[in-house]
C-alpha cells in the first residue's frame, strides 16, 4: 500500500513537470516586458524578495549621518544614476521613456514612495539590485558609502530640509 502510495505521488510529481515544461516550450507563458505578469510569476518574486531582505538586510542604522551635506549628496548620486527609472519630486508625471518600457515598472519613488522602507532594505536594493526587474546591482559601481548616503535621501525624501528640498526639485532625467 505504501509502494502503491509512493508511486502516485511520484507520478502525479512528475506529470506536472512534463505538462510544466510544454507549457513553457508552447510559449505560453510571455516572456515579453510589456505583458501582465500572473499571479503565481507576482507571487513567486514577492515572496522570495521579501524572504531576501528579512535574511540579508542590514538592520542596524545608517553609518551616514543626516545632514543636510549628505542629503544633497544623497540627491547629486540619485540624480545621476536613479531618475532615469525612478523620476524626479514630480513622481509619476517625471517617469521617462525609460521608465515607461521596463517591466515590472519601476516604483516612481516621489509618487509611490520608499521612506516607510528601512535604509537597511534600500540599501540591500540598491547595493544588489532586484532580479527579473530593471533593478541593477549598484554595488561594482558605487561604494557602500554612496549606497547609504542614497539609502538616506530615499528615507527622508518626503521630509527634506529646505536646502536639500531645493536640490531636490532641481533633478531632471
Not at 30 to 39: F, K, L
Not at 68 to 96: F, P, V
Not at 122 to 127: R, T, V
Request: glycine share 10%; aromatic share 6%; charged share 15%.
Amino acid at each position: 500500500m505504501l509502494r502503491g502510495l509512493i508511486a502516485g505521488v511520484a507520478i502525479i510529481a512528475a506529470g506536472a513537470l512534463v505538462s510544466g515544461y510544454i507549457i513553457l516550450l508552447s510559449g505560453l507563458i510571455p516572456a515579453n516586458a510589456d505583458a501582465t505578469p500572473g499571479w503565481i510569476e507576482t507571487w513567486i518574486a514577492g515572496t522570495s524578495l521579501n524572504a531576501t531582505l528579512v535574511r540579508e538586510a542590514p538592520k542596524g542604522p545608517n553609518p551616514v549621518a543626516t545632514t543636510d551635506k549628505n542629503l544633497i549628496d544623497g540627491i547629486d548620486l540619485y540624480a545621476q544614476h536613479c531618475a532615469i527609472c525612478h523620476g524626479t519630486e514630480t513622481g509619476i508625471a517625471s517617469e521617462s521613456p525609460v521608465a515607461k518600457g521596463l517591466y515590472p515598472k519601476p516604483p516612481q519613488l516621489a509618487t509611490d514612495g520608499v521612506e516607510d522602507d528601512s535604509e537597511g532594505v534600500s540599501f540591500w536594493k540598491i547595493k544588489h539590485g532586484i532580479r527579473w526587474t530593471g533593478m541593477p546591482s549598484w554595488k561594482a559601481s558605487l561604494t557602500d558609502q554612496q549606497i547609504w548616503t542614497l539609502a538616506l535621501f530615499l528615507k527622508h525624501m518626503d521630509k527634506l530640509p529646505l536646502a536639500a528640498q531645493e536640490a531636490w526639485q532641481k533633478v531632471k532625467n
